[in-house]
């Protein structure tokens, strides 16, 4: 019995090490650093108890990203639910050469962040993009929009690209659901002269919703921490029109030097997260226990 439990805990432990590296050892020193001045120019530090937080809170650019982040998150998600759930009903509906269609629609996820940054860089660049420049061709615009360098189309365009790009997760996990959803009662809502939104409602929508709401948990943390594309595409511009939380600590952090301050906002971040997760869980539980 004794050898047993020590041969298990030798296969769990490397996975606890690279745990605790890659996740404890950054979430606690973040914490820790908060309430210092901890600065990556001068060696010495002390500590400051609240003062990074109370920084933090009064400073009007950490609302303005944050706001940005809520907006960029509940757009994004809202978009990547809706055109990954129709993508996923339309290939439900599909019998011949699915596996294509497949393929072609997972290709967004596919590809490295750093790739589909660069691009949709050159897409939408004002001056010598493909788009742009098809716009004025077209005759649908005199001048060429400068979709990166407007404050408005550089968040639409960013979000669209979101939307492009998570989409298709949305889509196969959605799929996976349908196809668990039983054929029999669909034929019995059949016979019964129920409509289709009828039958959505009340066999399609209790057998998928509990994985849907698995997914806007995972795509909201997801979202809202999101940091390359936007930092790659825009780097927070034009003048922070696009700069959310992940890119504010950034500058803080490697722009200012100031790594307790960013600390207190990556802190913050968490704690926020936190409770919108708190939410999520509890309508989650509450849909596994009426489906019970």
């Known amino acids: 019995m004794y050898q047993k439990s020590y041969t298990r805990w030798i296969f769990v432990l490397p996975a606890m090490i690279v745990v605790s590296i890659l996740f404890i050892y950054p979430f606690l020193s973040s914490i820790f650093y908060s309430f210092t001045n901890k600065n990556l120019i001068i060696q010495n530090w002390k500590f400051v108890g609240f003062d990074n937080y109370i920084a933090v809170i009064n400073d009007p650019s950490f609302w303005s990203a944050f706001s940005n982040s809520i907006l960029w998150t509940i757009f994004s998600l809202v978009g990547q639910v809706l055109v990954g759930f ?7 509906r599909i019998r011949h050469l699915q596996w294509l269609y497949k393929i072609l629609l997972i290709i967004p996820w596919a590809f490295p962040t750093i790739v589909i940054a ?13 788009l742009p420049n098809m716009i004025v061709k077209l005759g649908l615009m005199d001048i060429a929009p400068h979709f990166l360098s407007n404050s408005t189309w550089a ?7 979101n939307i492009w790009f998570g989409a ?3 889509m196969v996990n959605v799929l996976s659901a349908l196809q668990t959803v039983p054929q029999e009662q669909y034929e019995a809502a059949k016979i019964d002269g129920a409509n289709v939104w009828q039958v959505f ?8 919703r509990v994985v849907i709401g698995l997914l806007v948990v995972l795509r909201t943390v997801w979202v809202f921490n999101n940091f390359d594309i936007i930092y790659l595409i825009t780097g927070g511009g034009p003048a922070n029109s696009t700069m959310t939380l992940p890119i504010f600590a950034y500058n803080m952090g490697w722009g200012t030097k100031m790594l307790g301050r960013s600390s207190a906002v990556t802190v913050l971040l968490f704690i926020f997260l936190l409770l919108v997760c708190f939410i999520y869980f509890k309508v989650i539980s509450r849909w596994e226990k009426e489906g019970e």
């Open 155 to 161: 968040f639409i365009s960013l979000v669209f690209i």
């Open 201 to 208: 409602r009340h066999i399609t929508l209790p057998h998928i």
């Open 168 to 170: 298709p997760l949305i």
């Open 118 to 130: 660069f691009s949709w860089q050159w897409i939408l660049n004002g001056v010598y993009g493909y």
């Open 86 to 92: 129709a993508l996923a009903i339309a290939l439900h």
